[in-house]
Each structure stands twice: as structure tokens, then as C-alpha cells.
């Protein structure tokens, strides 16, 4: 049962544009979502992340939006840099109980020229 | 370089076989933990040690088993194997059990022909 989904394998963007990256998740005892970036013959790396009692946390050209009530969150990337071509996991983890993350399959972004 | 060393960085093996994968977490982490990213999947936890303890358990095959040393450094023992067992198989590690931000090595691709 994947618990965290992204339903989107891929996107592609310009550079310069928004890059809406989303994820959504089934369990309601989630409080707690990351994102997470991977390159290419790297382990993922943290991006940012937000608690269910925030719906919004931003850092610098990254902001993650919640909505609990539609168990859905996203990233969005603005501008968009060539360099922001990678992989990106959505994760979620009940902080109550287990310490795991949950990860979905995640969504490779390309920002082109 | 994140601070986990994933040793080796490739394997390649025969089906039946047995490996063993080994992680350094980062300086100061007590908790180690090893994701499986098989082709187009996401990340499947498998297994958590803390300090030493197993911590909490995922999806991990009884073929396969772990360990924490007193050293905090972390194997991932891989036994008759077969060819879905060929992934990238990720270590890493936190502060304490509950902290979310972990900080991933650079994994060990395991091909199983």
C-alpha cells in the first residue's frame, strides 16, 4: 500500500518559470513532510519540510504548501534553475510513533533552456 | 559529501550469493537506516538501528539482515540472492530516532545477474 503517492514521473519546465511538484498521502497520522532532492549517482539530499500545524514554510526559492484536509502537499520551485534538474521525493512520517520516513516514488524535474 | 560512506559504491553478483553492504554514518549520529530504491520505485525502508538496537523494521526480506556495531558503523547482510534483489540500497542517518532530517549516503548498486 504506497502510502505517500506522486503521481507525476516526470515534468519538465522552462527556465525561469514555477515548477509544481505534488504528493499526496493517505494516512491522517502523518504530521510531518519532507522533500528531498536526488542527483544522479548521489543519495537524496533534504530540501525543506513542514509540519501539519504550519500550511505553508518557505526558504529562499523553495515553498511547500500543506492541505490537510485534502491530504495533499507540493513543492514549488520559483525561478527554476537549470540546476534544479533532479529527482525529488515527498516524504511523511508520524512523528508519535515510528521514526521512519515514508517515501513516494518521486518526480524527476528537468528545467530546460 | 554528505558525511555517510556507502562501501562499495557497486557490486555486481551472482544469483545465490551473499553480500554484505556496509555504512558509516555521519559523526555524531546515533540512528542508522537503509532504504531499498529498486527500478522506478521509491525508497522501501527496510530496517532502523539506534545505538546499536534495532529500532524499527520495514518490508525487509528474512534473507536479508543488519546490524549496528558498537562503532555505530552499519551492515546490511544480503544472502541467497536473486535477480529482484538487484537495486540501490541506501544508508542513513540522524541525530537521534526522531529526528526527520536524514542525512543519506551516496548508496551501494547492487546488480544481481
Known amino acids: 500500500d504506497q502510502q505517500v503517492k506522486q503521481n507525476s514521473p516526470s515534468l519538465s519546465v522552462q527556465e525561469g518559470r514555477i515548477s509544481i511538484l505534488n504528493c499526496d498521502y493517505t494516512n491522517s497520522m502523518f504530521d510531518y513532510f519532507l522533500w528531498y532532492k536526488k542527483y544522479p549517482a548521489e543519495g537524496p539530499t533534504f530540501l525543506i519540510s513542514i509540519s501539519s500545524i504550519k500550511d505553508k514554510n518557505e526558504d529562499g526559492r523553495f515553498t511547500v504548501f500543506l492541505n490537510k484536509s485534502a491530504k495533499h502537499l507540493s513543492l514549488h520551485i520559483v525561478p527554476s534553475q537549470p540546476g534544479d534538474s533532479a529527482v525529488y521525493f515527498c516524504?511523511?512520517?508520524?512523528?508519535?510513533?515510528?521514526?521512519?520516513?515514508?517515501f513516494g516514488t518521486g518526480t524527476r524535474l528537468q528545467v530546460t533552456l | 559529501d554528505s558525511g555517510v560512506t556507502q562501501t562499495p559504491k557497486h557490486l555486481i553478483t551472482a544469483t545465490g550469493q551473499r553480500v554484505t553492504l556496509r555504512c558509516s554514518p555521519r559523526?555524531?549520529?546515533?540512528?542508522v537506516y537503509w532504504y531499498q530504491q529498486s527500478l522506478d520505485q521509491g525508497l522501501q525502508f527496510l530496517i532502523q538501528?539506534?545505538?546499536?538496537?534495532?529500532?524499527a523494521k520495514g518490508n525487509i526480506l528474512e534473507r536479508f539482515s543488519a546490524q549496528q556495531f558498537p562503532d555505530l558503523h552499519s551492515e546490511l547482510n544480503l544472502s541467497s540472492l536473486e535477480l529482484g534483489d538487484s537495486a540501490l540500497y541506501f544508508c542513513?542517518?540522524?541525530?537521534?530516532?526522531?529526528?526527520?532530517?536524514?542525512?543519506f549516503g551516496s548508496g551501494t548498486r547492487l546488480t544481481v545477474v
Open positions: 538501528y539506534y545505538n546499536g538496537e534495532e529500532r
Open positions: 542513513a542517518s540522524s541525530v537521534s530516532g526522531a529526528n526527520y532530517g536524514y542525512t
Open positions: 516524504a511523511a512520517i508520524n512523528t508519535g510513533t515510528a521514526s521512519k520516513l515514508t
Open positions: 559523526s555524531g549520529d546515533l540512528s
